[in-house]
């Protein structure tokens, strides 16, 4: 069994949009370190991250009901639609950065696509219109549009509004500054830049375990997975280990023995979403519409029809419909639940199951629904809509996170970066708002990683991402391991991420020199359709 003989000072597991981006923000804060990519594909960003893995959406809370719940006495919370989106505009900035400094070549990646909220019938018309109205107190929303009359709809989502009965209240609101993003086009990007500064990538090398090394740091033990492998098996030695591979982090955190990832466990869901790429069906429709997910449905049956751009092509997507998998990776094994199993979070697991008897009846109902079934929640969407031009695809493998909490065990629908004591290894579970926060994620690891260099890294840092200043400059601002637990869509995985819960519920101050609303980001200005 081979071995490095010295420790590269950072080794990345998985390659997704996670790890690029730490890569990215570590390659530029310290140019020297040895940092390597460990991907068991033969391709980077082919799970989660993947175009057709995920829905593509930039989530900043424009559109995503999920993000402002309603109080009991009728009035909207905002708090984590401030906080999401004032993480996706760190996101956008580190972007910018990259795109000015020539790291990445253009921003094909990322399309200019409005964001829309759709709603039926009275009762949802009217939390629509407290919705906005409490959204557009905020200075970050102020330029979202709400309508109530059909017509006017009709000229943001045609499709949407076409062949439904004009008696049926409707309202809609709608954010011209949406973006659809192309997370995999955009980790492509990062991770050749990083090999062209001498970063190595390991494609088809699986981390089977992690284990501490005696002189410190991290012995990762690996399996070559190509056919004529010789050596088969090897380890690389790292100072500091992240373990950004979406279903497979649970596993690799177990390994390594650290006591923060005990009691953890993992509940797969699979995605699917109905495609078509018929070009007299995608040129009538430029938006993302969210709806609102059906009374009693969990969290990420959120249905929404959108313009998806994979690859410069235009296509429209609806879904999701969930499933249900034992596998943890879309390309992983049957027995990935099984081998997660460990006395520790067998509790956890047990009481989850039994305190969440709807969301197993209703993937229970998802797995067996048949394509007409299918295809009437479509036309809840698109009247007009026709079997012969959709077709059905596979998303990527979500696993939700498991934890212990009230009543022996709780079921997550965010995520949780979860990190050893002495900061030398980094692990990240869980799902949604995902690839959209990679750089909130990414900031929040630095932080609690590496205590001692950060504040030095901070000016550089804000100088990447400006957000990051006006951030220091609100009052209580906070940071935990958790995200909001809202789950719009089934992008997950790679491409979910562990955000900074900051106390969103702030009140606004005044920034010199700050527009009323954040300016759009930029983007390419040709026309999607």
């Known amino acids: 069994m081979s071995s490095t003989v010295e420790p590269v000072d950072v080794v990345l597991v998985g390659g997704g949009i996670m790890s690029a981006t730490l890569a990215t923000l570590l390659s530029e804060l310290e140019p020297s370190w040895r940092i390597e990519i460990v991907e068991r594909l033969d391709g980077i960003a082919l799970e989660s991250t993947g175009g057709w893995n995920n829905a593509g959406t930039g989530h900043a809370a424009l559109c995503e009901l999920n993000y402002t719940p309603e109080r009991p006495d009728g009035t909207i919370e ?11 505009e760190l996101s956008c900035e580190l972007w910018d950065h990259l795109r000015a400094t020539g790291r990445i070549p253009d921003d094909r990646f990322r399309s200019p696509v409005p964001h829309l909220t759709f709603v039926r019938g009275a009762a949802d018309v009217d939390y629509l219109r407290r919705r906005h109205a409490a959204l557009t107190a905020h200075p970050r929303f102020a330029h979202l549009e709400f309508s109530d009359d059909p017509a006017t709809i009709a000229t943001w989502a045609p499709l949407v509004l076409e062949g439904r009965d004009p008696d049926e209240p409707v309202a809609a609101t709608r954010a011209a500054d949406g973006l659809d993003v ?26 089977r375990r992690v284990t501490r090394r005696r002189g410190g740091g991290w012995r990762l033990h690996l399996t070559d997975r190509t056919w004529n492998a010789s ?26 023995g650290i006591a923060e990832a005990r009691g953890y466990g993992g509940f797969p869901i699979s995605g699917q979403f109905l495609r078509t790429t ?9 938006a993302k519409v969210y709806g609102k997910a059906a009374v009693g449905s969990p969290p990420m ?5 959108d313009t998806r751009v994979v690859d410069d092509t235009p296509a429209l997507l609806f879904g999701p419909y969930a499933g249900w998998s034992m596998k943890f990776l879309k390309q992983g094994s049957w027995t990935d639940l099984l081998r997660t199993i460990r006395p520790g979070n067998l509790v956890p697991l047990v009481a989850v199951g039994l305190h969440n008897l709807d969301l197993l009846k209703y993937l229970v109902t998802e797995v067996v629904a048949s394509r007409a079934a299918r295809l009437r929640t479509l036309r809840g969407f ?10 059905l695809i596979t998303a990527g493998q979500r696993v939700q996170v498991i934890k212990r909490g009230k009543g022996g065990g709780v079921l997550e629908f965010g ?36 205590p001692d260099r950060y504040p030095a890294w901070r000016p550089r840092l804000e100088r990447m991402m400006p957000g990051l200043a006006r951030d220091a400059a609100a009052p209580d601002s906070a940071t935990t391991g958790e995200a909001p637990d809202a789950d719009p869509d089934l992008d997950a995985g790679e491409g979910a ?11 606004p101050v005044s920034r010199p020199g700050r527009p009323s609303r954040p300016t759009p980001p930029r983007r390419r200005d040709t026309p999607v359709a």
């Open 301 to 305: 049956s959120v249905p929404h029809l």
């Open 78 to 88: 905002i708090a984590k639609a401030v906080t999401i989106n004032e993480q996706f």
């Open 231 to 256: 050596p088969r098996r090897s380890t690389l030695d790292a100072r500091f280990v992240f373990i950004g591979a979406g279903g497979g982090a649970l596993r690799l955190l177990q390994s390594s």
């Open 278 to 286: 018929d070009p007299a069906l995608v040129a009538r429709h430029t």
């Open 382 to 391: 698109m009247p007009t809509a026709r079997d012969r031009d959709w077709e």
């Open 497 to 507: 991420t562990a955000t900074r819960d900051a106390d969103a519920a702030r009140t």
């Open 182 to 207: 192309d997370f995999g086009a955009l980790t492509r990007h990062l991770v050749d830049d990083l090999v062209a500064r001498g970063t190595r990538v390991r494609l088809q090398h699986e981390v």
């Open 415 to 450: 995520t949780e970066l979860v990190t050893a004591a002495d900061g030398s290894i980094a692990g990240l579970l869980g799902a949604s708002p995902g690839a959209s926060t990679a750089a909130s994620a990414m900031l929040d690891l630095l932080e609690r990683c590496y």
